[in-house]
């Protein structure tokens, strides 16, 4: 029987552009595009077996073996730091990582800055970095009401187009890092699937080099 890969997509907009590039890549698996609410499809033909995820949670699933390889945000390494194998960018969901708030809101450096976050690790290694004291409220979304309801003086999150931000009159103020999503593999998987693995990476490669000869 053909060895199958078992893969974690992160559910929404982002997965369906992965998944999307991994059918290019020869990874096709039809049933994903019906409109059902299954969790698991199977493509025996390709060898690949999916599974939608919650975002945050791929790593879980690809640090336990229940899926040999996955595709998550660079943000969710970064905060989480995940036993698992970073493999690829694969340039998709491109965005950044920024302290935000109102002008100005980050320049008292007398008094401990209060930062709201879903990022504590990313924001308390940062602002470590520039030997700035913080007092970090986490939450778990919806952090653009911190500082407009006072609670914080500013926010460590994601800004893709900037939208959410201007329309709450507030602005980067400092940028972190650049975020993308990338492939990541369980360590055992890599080791016993490597050649299938391997496969994966180098499509994956071809499949990135012809889109950016394309742009
Ligand atoms: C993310 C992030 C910002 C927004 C940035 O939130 O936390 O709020 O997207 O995108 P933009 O720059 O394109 O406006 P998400 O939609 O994941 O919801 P959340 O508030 O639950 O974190």
Do not use: Q
Request: proline residues 3%; contains cysteine.
């Amino acid at each position: 029987m053909k060895e199958m890969i078992n893969i974690a997509l992160p559910k929404g907009r982002l997965g369906e552009k992965v998944y999307d590039m991994l059918e290019r890549a020869g990874y096709g698996c039809p049933s994903i595009k019906e409109n059902n609410r299954k969790l698991i499809f199977e493509d025996e033909k390709n060898g690949v077996r999916y599974f939608w995820v919650k975002p945050s949670d791929v790593t879980i699933y690809v640090e336990h073996g229940a899926a040999d390889v996955g595709v998550v945000g660079k943000d969710i390494l970064l905060e989480y730091s995940p036993d698992v194998y970073e493999l690829l960018d694969l340039k998709l969901g491109k965005c950044r990582m920024a302290v935000a708030g109102y002008k100005g809101a980050n320049k008292n450096s007398d008094r401990t800055l209060r930062v709201a976050t879903k990022f504590p690790n990313i924001a308390g290694r940062y602002f470590d970095s520039l030997s700035r004291e913080i007092n970090i409220i986490k939450l778990n979304g919806s952090i653009e009401l911190a500082p407009i309801l006072g609670m914080s003086d500013v926010i460590v999150d994601i800004v893709e187009t900037g939208t959410t931000l201007r329309e709450n009159n507030l602005s980067v103020l400092e940028e972190i890092v650049d975020i993308s999503a990338r492939f990541i593999s369980n360590k055992a998987s890599f080791r016993f699937k490597n050649a299938a693995i391997e496969k994966m990476c180098e499509r994956l490669t071809e499949e990135l080099g012809s889109k950016d000869a394309n742009k």
